[in-house]
């Protein structure tokens, strides 16, 4: 999966998911291993602009789940209801009719990766917590 999702498809990718927003841009964003990955920035028909991601699947990830669309869409919507701080999924395409593979629309979510925190031990205790809310969970 080399090309990148055309102005026209990510267009209509944006008016499944509400027919009164329209994209402003997109580009991709560069280290995903398991899906093709793009910023869209869209203005939503209330008005507003927001980011959201776009994940389109490879062909690896659609080996080891044919349905992986519907199950990482269902995933999110449940952790993320259930108040584990995940981006808020929108929308998904298993189909593959608009950009010819599967695909999920989600929040995009800010951040960085942070490879020397100022305090490991509180960073810790945080991914512990978080770690134990997922498993803590009745899925």
């Given at each position: 999966m080399t090309t990148s999702p055309g102005p026209e498809e990510l267009d209509r990718v944006v008016q499944r998911l509400d027919p009164r927003a329209r994209l402003l841009g997109s580009r991709v964003v560069q280290g995903g291993t398991s899906a093709q990955v793009v910023a869209l920035d869209v203005q939503r028909s209330d008005g507003a602009v927001t980011r959201l991601i776009l994940r389109r699947y490879g062909d690896f990830a659609l080996r080891q789940?044919?349905?992986?669309?519907?199950?990482?869409?269902?995933?999110?919507?449940l952790v993320h209801t259930a108040g584990v701080?995940?981006?808020?999924?929108?929308?998904?395409?298993q189909t593959g009719a608009i950009l010819?593979?599967?695909?999920?629309?989600?929040?995009?979510?800010?951040?960085?990766?942070?490879?020397?925190?100022?305090?490991?031990?509180?960073?810790?205790r945080q991914l512990?917590?978080?770690?134990?809310?997922?498993?803590?969970?009745?899925?």
């Open positions: 789940d044919p349905l992986i669309a519907e199950h990482e869409f269902r995933l999110l919507r701080p995940t981006p808020l999924p929108h929308g998904f395409d010819g593979r599967p695909y999920i629309v989600m929040d995009y979510v800010d951040g960085a990766p942070e490879f020397a925190p100022a305090d490991l031990d509180a960073l810790i512990a917590a978080q770690l134990a809310a997922i498993h803590g969970l009745d899925l």
